[in-house]
C-alpha cells in the first residue's frame, strides 16, 4: 500500500522482505506495489519527485535497495493502479479495486498482504483466497490507539 520514495514502514518492509526471500533460488518473488498519478506523487513523495512512467519509479525503487542491501534482488515488480485517500492518509487501489488483476495466474501461489484493510476497503473483485494458494495479511496501522488519541 506504498512505494519509495515515500519512506514509510508499508513501503520500506515489504520491499526488504522480497529482496530476502528471493535470496533462495527456487523461489521467484514479484513486488507488487500502487502506482500514482502526478498529483497524487506530488502530495505525498520527497522533495517533489515525480515520475512519468512506472519503469522510473522502479529502477529509483532498484537503486535504492542496492545501496542497503549485499546481494543482487532477483526480484520482479509490478504496479497495480492506486491514489492516495486524503481522508485516510493511505494510499488505496483505483478502478475496480482488485490488485489482484495485475498478477499473472502463474505467479498466484502466495500473497502477502500488507495493510490488508486498505487492499481491501474498496475491492469489486475476486478474494484474494480464490487466486492464491496462501494468504497472509500483516498489520501495520494500531488503530485502537488511534481511536484512543483520537477521541479527546
Do not use: C, M
Not at 500500500?1 to 508499508?10: D, H, M, S
Not at 522482505?17 to 497524487?40: G, K, M
Not at 498482504?113 to 474498496?122: A, F, K, Q, R, V
Amino acid at each position: 500500500t506504498a512505494a519509495l520514495p515515500w519512506l514509510t514502514g508499508t513501503s520500506v518492509n515489504p520491499l526488504l522482505r522480497a529482496a530476502y526471500l528471493a535470496r533462495d533460488p527456487i523461489r521467484t518473488v514479484t513486488l507488487v506495489v500502487p502506482w500514482l498519478q502526478e498529483h497524487d506523487q506530488r502530495s505525498i513523495f520527497p522533495n517533489g519527485l515525480v515520475f512519468e512512467t512506472e519503469a522510473q519509479q522502479e529502477e529509483y525503487i532498484r537503486e535504492w535497495l542496492a545501496k542497503r542491501i549485499r546481494f543482487e534482488a532477483r526480484i520482479a515488480i509490478l504496479f497495480y493502479p492506486a491514489k492516495y485517500d486524503k481522508s485516510f492518509g493511505s494510499v488505496i487501489p483505483s478502478g475496480r479495486g482488485d490488485v489482484s488483476d495485475v498478477i499473472p495466474q502463474a505467479l498466484s501461489d502466495v500473497a502477502v498482504l500488507e495493510e490488508p484493510e486498505h487492499l481491501n476497503w474498496y475491492n469489486y473483485g475476486r478474494k484474494w483466497t480464490d487466486n492464491f494458494r496462501h494468504v497472509v495479511g500483516i498489520a501495520h496501522t494500531n488503530y485502537i490507539e488511534d481511536a484512543l488519541r483520537d477521541r479527546g
